[in-house]
């Protein structure tokens, strides 16, 4: 069940990411290329005893330091995957080694590894407010799953933090345009894939 539940956030992660890259100007086949390195993003937890991600409260310091190995245990994963190549324009592979490597690094620097996102290739920190997003929106061992209303204001909450001030009005803007309350929305499709509870 927790397997089926972790792909389930990661094809979620991959679609929004791949709708967020269009939404920032990426040309359609570079979006799929985001998106694919995102659905990969913690590929490396598979690597990480399920006692730790499964853990109903908070992790121990020495938990935690076990925990954050998944980023770079999922970059050694992918990077045998392809031929070597540079950036988005360049390959699938050095997208995802810096997706996986890098996915919880805030824009303003801290958390895993101390990088500032906002050294990186701004798609890393796009995914990582995807991947932010649907964490809050998904239920885990040690939450309810978040409303919409709520994930939204805590993104908004983290601009200039934990995320690029200028991702955070471009998924907003996203959210507007693309109508979660409409029927037929791509966006609602891909937020309803984990049973999402809007209140």
């Given at each position: ?100 490597l ?16 906002r050294?990186l ?27 919409l209303?709520e ?49």
């Amino acid at each position: 069940m927790q397997n089926l539940q972790m792909l389930n956030e990661n094809q979620a992660v991959a679609q929004l990411s791949e709708m967020f890259a269009l939404e920032l100007g990426y040309t359609p086949s570079q979006a799929r290329l985001i998106g694919k390195a995102a659905e990969l993003h913690d590929i490396g937890k598979v690597a990480i005893c399920p006692t730790i991600i499964n853990k109903p409260n908070r992790l121990t310091s020495s938990e935690r330091e076990t925990m954050k190995m998944h980023t770079k245990i999922g970059a050694q994963m992918v990077a045998g995957l392809c031929g070597r190549n540079s950036g988005v324009g360049g390959g699938f592979r050095a997208a995802a080694e810096l997706v996986c490597l890098y996915h919880h690094e805030w824009w303003s620097g801290g958390d895993y590894w101390g990088v500032e996102a906002r050294s990186l290739p701004i798609y890393i920190n796009a995914v990582a407010l995807v991947d932010t997003s649907v964490a809050l929106l998904f239920p885990r061992a040690y939450k309810d799953p978040w409303s919409l209303t709520e994930t939204l204001n805590h993104i908004q909450s983290r601009s200039g933090t934990q995320f690029s001030p200028y991702l955070v009005d471009a998924f907003m803007r996203m959210i507007k345009e693309k109508g979660v309350g409409e029927e037929n929305s791509s966006l609602r499709s891909v937020l309803s894939c984990g049973k999402i509870v809007h209140r």
